[in-house]
């Protein structure tokens, strides 16, 4: 049988092979040997794929869907499109010995091309692949203009493909109401969906209409089609992320919680969710539970093809925010217990925005510790990084630059941030306003909360209770150890007082700090003052 494409133009394509089983795996590669590919890369396993695609781009990609260790290939060409080694116009074709459920939304953002039902043919194989690559070929301006956020030409570009392949014209116009969508007209997005479905009844274009109506904000008739569009089993995780959206929308985030974890139920490694869930409980005020939620993810996917690197910074994040809070006794336990979550994030995890990451919480860390120059290095190397970072490790860095008494950059970078969660939110991301909403209420009470301690500390200290001084300015470090005369007046505590062995890390980071700041020559002095008046204790 002739096949679509000529030998030829398969000779020159490299292609990605991704299968467990070694005897189906050689039967495929033969297969595609007939068909006229060369440069033929087969693996066993994602790990072992993801490691070629981030040394090579390939043209194309067939992956069986169970790749064993627990992940499939949705989740690995999720995992390609989040690091940009997905090359543009690639081909990815997903193999199944059974019919699997394909997306419903979201072709904008990328899905796989093809799907292929084992057992198969080459000829089958071929023309699956060819048609994928043609149709990619006739899309891709669409793809471009949107990509570039020209929504009118990608708009017109849809038109055009209806025009020349009339084969195309589903696709071409799903494309065009997820563009209308993506440059925020709900209005056009809605009567094409409807146009659409008054032709033919297409799931995607009933979620489409509850899409457009939730951009709209039309919440009633979102709500009572999403409530129907549950009831059919196809749709059903897309329209609980989309009820999980009208919850967060109408701030009813218990309601949010509940749908989330239907979605849990579905899908229980689905990263996005758990992110939502934690996140969820710590709006809610409930951080003993998100504290425990992230505890157990640690427990239940460390090592395995779910490990990722959110819960490790989620849950080193609340034990940072826990250790600034704590008493004198409960300080140390705590601060070990986040340089030991955030210390064993595993190192496949650690990819170039990984480790910034990570080196965003440790810098506050070690400055919590008294470790300036460590703090100021890790920094550095921060600042170098040219990626971006998400949300939750651009309001880390905020927390960062507080610490560091550096008011202009955490605000910079807050207003960064909340267009940031702006935009998510246009994308169906609707938590990240709240998140950001909440951290903003709460870095506002904590810093009315440092000036009246540093305050109170001060009339502690003029009033000769060093005990009361002690208690409120170590508080006030905490918040702000970069703050040169909230430390220097906790030194001034601490002199005043008989030396004590539960002090003695305080006063050691203090020392060590101001040590490494650049001073004014008052201030130089002060230090060299109050340094001389220290309990021996402090200073062996």
């Known amino acids: 049988m002739q096949m679509i494409l000529q030998s030829r133009f398969y000779k020159s394509k490299k292609l990605l092979l991704v299968e467990d089983c070694e005897p189906v795996r050689a039967s495929i590669k033969g297969m ?21 695609a981030k040394k090579q781009q390939f043209d194309f990609i067939v992956a069986d869907f169970q790749l064993g260790e627990g992940k499939d290939a949705s989740q690995f060409f999720a995992e390609l499109k989040l690091h940009g080694w997905l090359k543009a116009g ?25 799907y292929l039902l084992k057992p198969f043919s080459y000829v089958e194989l071929e023309k699956k692949l060819a048609k994928a690559f ?69 799931s995607w274009a009933r979620l489409g209409q509850a899409i457009a109506l939730l951009q ?14 549950l009831k059919q089993e196809e749709l059903r995780p897309e329209a609980l992320a989309c009820l999980v959206q009208l919850a967060l929308l109408q701030g009813e985030l218990q309601e949010a919680k509940a749908w989330v974890l239907e979605l849990l139920r579905i899908n229980p490694t689905d990263n996005i969710y758990q992110q939502y869930y934690g996140n969820l409980l710590h709006l809610l005020g409930d951080d003993a539970a998100a504290i425990a939620y992230w505890q157990k993810l640690l427990q239940q996917y460390r090592f395995s093809a779910f490990d990722h690197i959110e819960p490790y910074l989620a849950l080193g994040r609340s034990q940072l925010l826990a250790a600034q809070q704590a008493d004198l006794a409960s300080y140390s336990p705590l601060i070990k217990q986040f340089f ?13 925005p990984g480790a910034v990451q990570q080196k965003i919480q440790l810098a506050q860390g070690y400055l919590l510790q008294g470790d300036g120059a460590k703090s100021a290095a890790l920094q550095a190397e921060i600042a170098a990084f040219d990626g971006s970072l998400p949300l939750s490790s651009m309001l880390d860095l905020v927390r960062y630059h507080v610490a560091c008494n550096d008011s202009m950059a955490a605000g910079e970078l807050l207003k960064q941030a909340n267009l940031l969660a702006d935009t998510l939110s246009k994308n169906c991301q609707g938590l990240a306003p709240l998140v950001v909403q909440h951290f903003t209420t709460m870095l506002k009470a904590s810093n009315q909360q440092l000036r009246q301690w540093q305050q109170q500390g001060g009339q502690q200290l003029q009033a000769d209770k060093p005990k009361a001084a002690l208690q409120l300015l170590r508080s006030a470090f905490l918040l702000c ?26 006063a050691s980071a203090v020392l060590q700090l101001l040590n490494t700041k650049a001073l004014s020559s008052s201030e130089r002095s002060k230090l060299t003052e109050l340094t001389n008046s220290l309990p021996e204790l402090y200073l062996d």
């Not at 595609?32 to 070629?52: K, P, S």
């Not at 690639?90 to 899905?111: D, T, W």
């Not at 040169?484 to 890390?505: D, E, I, R, V, Y």
């Open 481 to 506: 150890p970069a703050h040169s005369a909230t430390s220097l007046q906790l030194l001034q505590a601490l002199a005043m007082l008989p030396g004590h062995k539960a002090l003695k890390p305080l």
């Open 32 to 52: 595609l040997q007939q068909i006229g590919f060369e440069q033929i890369t087969a693996v066993a396993d994602a790990t072992a794929a993801l490691a070629h």
């Open 134 to 202: 043609q149709t990619s070929i006739a899309l891709r301006k669409i793809y471009q203009a949107a990509a570039s956020a020209d929504y009118q030409e990608a708009i017109t570009q849809a038109d055009e493909v209806v025009k020349q392949h009339p084969s195309l014209t589903l696709q071409a116009l799903r494309l065009k109401a997820e563009v209308m969508l993506a440059a925020g007209d709900g209005k056009a997005a809605l009567g094409l969906y409807q146009y659409v479905c008054q032709q033919r009844d297409f």
């Open 216 to 229: 709209l904000s039309r919440f009633a008739e979102a709500a009572t089609q999403l409530q129907e569009l």
């Open 90 to 114: 690639a081909c990815f074709a997903i193999m199944s010995a059974e019919p699997i459920r394909q997306p419903v939304h979201g072709m904008l953002s990328g899905l796989p091309d093809c």
């Open 340 to 352: 030991d979550t955030v210390q064993s994030i595993p190192l496949k995890l650690l990819t170039a």
